[in-house]
């Protein structure tokens, strides 16, 4: 099953996708397909929903436990893993924890990407 890339929910610069920086203000997503580099997009949708169906699974079966999901940034941002599980329809709850870098800091970052932004 072939699923739509994410909404453009995020204004932020991804890291290192084209020769040139990519413009400020612009979503993993959006970079990728300006770029002529769809496929990465699709990709990251695909192991985003990947990790999606696999966590719903677990808690299925272990529905009194807990889980923390350790992932790269670029997948854990609310438009990456946990808008997939919204859209497998799941009654998860979650909250997004995510370093500050460079690309996601609280100068371009805010409530779409994650719950709390950490300066490590």
Same mark, same amino acid.
Do not use: F
């Given at each position: 099953?072939?699923?739509?890339?994410? !909404?453009?929910?995020?204004?932020?610069?991804?890291?290192?996708? =084209?020769?040139? =920086?990519?413009?400020?203000?612009?979503?993993?997503?959006?970079?990728?397909?300006?770029?002529?580099?769809?496929?990465?997009?699709?990709?990251?949708?695909?192991?985003?929903?990947?990790?999606?169906?696999?966590?719903?699974?677990?808690?299925?079966?272990?529905?009194?436990?807990? $889980?923390?999901?350790?992932?790269?940034?670029?997948? =854990?941002?609310?438009?990456?893993?946990?808008?997939?599980?919204?859209? $497998?329809?799941?009654? $998860?709850?979650?909250?997004?924890?995510?370093?500050?870098?460079?690309?996601?800091?609280?100068?371009?970052?805010?409530?779409?990407? !994650?719950?709390?932004?950490?300066? $490590?």
């Amino acid at each position: 099953m072939r699923h739509p890339p994410p !909404a453009p929910p995020a204004e932020i610069s991804p890291p290192g996708l =084209a020769p040139s =920086a990519p413009p400020a203000r612009i979503s993993t997503c959006q970079h990728s397909i300006a770029t002529g580099r769809a496929e990465h997009c699709e990709a990251q949708t695909v192991r985003n929903s990947g990790m999606a169906v696999a966590i719903t699974r677990y808690l299925d079966k272990e529905p009194r436990r807990k $889980l923390v999901v350790l992932t790269g940034v670029w997948h =854990a941002v609310k438009y990456g893993i946990p808008d997939q599980l919204r859209r $497998l329809g799941t009654r $998860l709850e979650w909250t997004v924890i995510l370093p500050e870098t460079p690309y996601l800091n609280s100068g371009n970052s805010g409530a779409s990407e !994650a719950d709390y932004l950490v300066e $490590l």
